[in-house]
């Protein structure tokens, strides 16, 4: 049984482009998350979707990130014009339903900016 | 606000001896706790669950205690192993309420098994 897939594993930019991580959840989960985690810390929620809708998106800063869960492939959280202060590791979770359902994780996307 | 937090950041112990990890929550609303363990460089990885209207539940070689009263959860390793040396993390969410979606983690609690 494929876990949740995310990818790229590292990705690196120079201040000012635009991040692209991708996240396929596991089979048969129809409930994606995002969380951000910054060294010797624990997980901060970004934003929760279901197919083509955002549930909860009360983590995820006003200005310059975007996700969102299309009816095909798979989830993308974007952030435009990336500062130094977005580097830090993005971790894709899915589940089966919303609720009382374990979220299971993906190995992450580490992100460096320059 | 609402927070979920650690008592004791790092945890030594002898392969063998059991663990025990605990976690403090403050908010009263949360009715749903998870455990989770997270190796370097990988995603966290789910240990057990457990709902508010339970008190205990077991695993393979785990137990999860919930503590209603005091906002208490702790995570007990049966016979540690050296591959049980990881970061873990409690995380809760109001899943009856309008964050269900929403986990909240504490900080984590570094946990090494010597041989």
């Known amino acids: 049984n494929a876990g949740v897939m995310q990818n790229p594993r590292h990705l690196v930019r120079r201040r000012g482009q635009e991040a692209r991580l991708r996240c396929s959840p596991m089979k048969g989960h129809s409930h994606v998350y995002w969380y951000r985690q910054l060294p010797e810390e624990g997980l901060k929620f970004m934003v929760y979707?279901?197919?083509?809708?955002?549930?909860?998106e009360s983590g995820m800063p006003k200005e310059r990130f975007s996700a969102e869960f299309p009816k095909e492939g798979p989830s993308i959280l974007r952030i435009q014009q990336v500062v130094r202060g977005d580097s830090a590791a993005y971790f894709c979770a899915s589940s089966l339903g919303g609720g009382r359902e374990p979220q299971h994780f993906g190995d992450g996307t580490r992100l460096s900016i320059l | 606000g609402e927070s979920v937090g650690l008592h004791l950041p790092t945890l030594s112990v002898q392969e063998g001896d059991n663990s025990i990890i605990n976690c403090a929550y403050s908010?009263?609303?949360?009715?749903?706790f998870i455990w989770y363990k997270q190796e370097s460089g990988k995603g966290p990885q789910f240990i057990i669950d457990?709902?508010?209207?339970?008190d205990k539940r077991q695993g393979q070689r785990v137990t999860v205690l919930l503590n209603k009263t005091v906002k208490h959860l702790s995570l007990q390793i049966a016979a540690t192993q050296p591959g049980d040396s990881a970061v873990y993390f409690c995380a809760e969410s109001n899943a009856g309420g309008t964050s269900y979606g929403k986990l909240t983690f504490g900080q984590g609690t570094i946990l090494t098994v010597h041989p």
């Open positions: 908010n009263s609303a949360s009715d749903y």
């Open positions: 457990i709902r508010s209207n339970m």
């Open positions: 979707l279901q197919k083509e809708n955002i549930i909860d």
